[in-house]
C-alpha cells in the first residue's frame, strides 16, 4: 500500500510563505537546500506528516502535493500511467531516494518516492 510519507508546497515566495506557516501552526522551518526548505510539522510526542516548502516550478506554481511511498517507482509509474495518469517529471535521482511527478486522470497532482 502506497503511504503518505512527506508534502510539497509550491510558492512564489517560499520565504514569506515558510514565515507563515512557522508563524501560524509553529511548523519548524529549515534552512533552504537546492531551493527546497524542510517543515516539521511534529514532534515525537505528537507526530505529524513532514515536508517541505519550495519555489513553484512552472509546471506547479502554487499548491500542495504529497508524496507517496512505493517499493519500485518505475512500476507504480507504469501503473498510473495504465489507469490514465501522466508524468509530469518523470523518474529523478536524488542522494537518498528517487522521485517522480505525476498527474491524476483528473489532473490532482501528486509525487512518487522510492527510499534507495
Request: hydrophobic share 35%; with cysteine.
Amino acid at each position: 500500500m502506497g503511504r503518505v510519507v512527506l508534502f510539497e508546497m509550491s510558492s512564489q515566495d517560499p520565504d514569506k510563505s515558510a514565515k507563515f506557516y512557522s508563524s501560524v501552526f509553529g511548523w519548524k522551518v529549515g534552512e533552504s537546500n537546492w531551493g527546497y526548505c524542510p517543515v516539521e510539522t511534529g514532534t515525537n510526542d505528537k507526530p505529524g506528516i513532514d515536508g517541505g516548502i519550495a519555489q513553484g516550478p512552472n509546471d506547479f506554481p502554487h499548491g500542495t502535493r504529497v508524496q507517496i511511498k512505493v517499493e519500485n517507482i518505475e512500476d507504480s509509474i507504469n501503473q498510473a500511467k495504465r489507469m490514465g495518469g501522466e508524468v509530469v517529471r518523470d523518474k529523478m535521482e536524488f542522494d537518498n531516494y528517487y522521485l517522480a511527478y505525476l498527474v491524476d486522470p483528473v489532473g490532482i497532482g501528486f509525487g512518487l518516492i522510492q527510499y534507495k
